[in-house]
């Protein structure tokens, strides 16, 4: 299984930004989805988390300027950013949790991040 992410960027403060990430692999079901980010010098820390139903939750720190959906036919997941700040400068890693092939193994799955970057 891989994930696989796109979208980030440059941009300028105020600005949005789409990011995508896509699942691929001897998959039997993709579950819960969700959008993590790093900083430098922080922890790991969760964006957004979305479940195989459409149920949400958000970060404090972003909720009412992103949103995260799904389109579970083609196994993305995406996070739209709006109003960012320099504070959202960090890289993204989409996150999925697997139902792999057909021993329905659930397991955890890591995009290889990308990186968004807020200029004040």
């Known amino acids: 299984v891989q994930l696989q992410a796109s979208g980030g960027g440059l941009v300028q403060a105020g600005g949005s930004l789409r990011l995508s990430c896509e699942a691929s692999?001897?998959?039997?079901?993709?579950?819960?989805m969700a959008w993590y980010r790093q900083a430098p010098g922080k922890q790991r820390e969760l964006v957004a988390r979305?479940?195989?139903?459409?149920?949400?939750n958000y970060a404090d720190s972003v909720n009412g300027r992103c949103t995260i959906s799904r389109d579970n036919t083609k196994k993305m997941v995406y996070l739209q950013m709006n109003s960012l700040k320099p504070e959202d400068t960090a890289v993204y890693y989409c996150y999925a949790d697997v139902s792999v092939g057909v021993t329905y193994r659930r397991d955890d799955y890591w995009g290889q991040g990308t990186q968004v970057t807020v200029s004040s």
């Open positions: 692999g001897s998959i039997f079901r993709v579950n819960d």
């Open positions: 979305i479940s195989s139903s459409g149920s949400t």
